[in-house]
């Protein structure tokens, strides 16, 4: 079965820490994307890789398509940046649907 | 900045009966999906939808669901008879380009089913 694995499932920083949640896929996939759920729930995409590495602000996701991993890694952390981060792929085998990883519960303290 | 609206945004409604949740997504996207989200859980996909037909639906999505695109600006799911399990937070994506492609999510609907 395609699985989509995270970790840590929670991680709680201190302002100003640098941060990274990992995310690791069991087959080959056609991009990998990462997103922010905020506590009223809604999903804001952050991110949408194949290969190499992107930067947005204090954002950088990167991802090893030979080891089938990403990372997303948060510089200067805020206590804004709480929140939850999930990682989605979109399997080269089936379409364009998302198949979501259960997410990293982030809360970074003041 | 365009966003994909969903309406309504909290939905409360008796077993057996028939909801209808409405997505409006950006202007001029042709991808539109249903994903969905129990309380707890990872969020889960339903549907997928392109020039005015289902593109793939999950196990999740059986006779009880249905998608419309009524007017070329709204995209709506109905379920027919909810069920307690149907109770859920409900977002709405759509998509631009060909896949793969950024989605962009609605704020969700959550359908509480009595």
């Known amino acids: 079965k395609n699985e989509v694995e995270q970790s840590p499932q929670n991680l709680t920083a201190q302002e100003g820490e640098f941060i990274t949640i990992n995310c690791s896929y069991s087959v080959g996939i056609s991009a990998l994307h990462w997103l922010q759920q905020h506590p009223g729930g809604g999903i804001v995409s952050l991110f949408m890789l194949s290969s190499g590495k992107k930067k947005h602000g204090r954002l950088i996701a990167t991802i090893n398509i030979q080891e089938k991993h990403s990372s997303l890694h948060i510089t200067a952390s805020h206590p804004r940046d709480s929140a939850v981060y999930i990682c989605?792929?979109?399997?080269?085998?089936?379409?364009?649907?998302?198949?979501f990883g259960t997410g990293t519960r982030l809360a970074v303290r003041p | 900045e365009p966003e994909v609206t969903q309406t309504p945004s909290h939905q409360v409604t008796q077993m057996g009966q028939e909801v209808i949740l409405r997505c409006v997504p950006i202007s001029n996207h042709l991808y539109f999906y249903w994903y969905r989200q129990i309380l707890g859980q990872k969020v889960e996909f339903l549907v997928s939808f392109y020039n005015n037909e289902i593109s793939e639906k999950s196990e999740i999505f059986d006779d009880q669901f249905s998608v419309e695109r009524p007017d070329g600006s709204n995209f709506t799911l109905k379920i027919r008879s909810t069920k307690l399990e149907d109770s859920a937070m409900y977002f709405c994506?759509?998509?631009?380009?060909?896949?793969?492609?950024?989605?962009?999510f609605g704020p969700g609907t959550r359908l509480t089913v009595l």
């Open positions: 994506a759509s998509q631009g380009g060909r896949p793969p492609d950024t989605q962009y």
């Open positions: 989605a792929v979109s399997w080269r085998s089936s379409g364009d649907k998302l198949t």
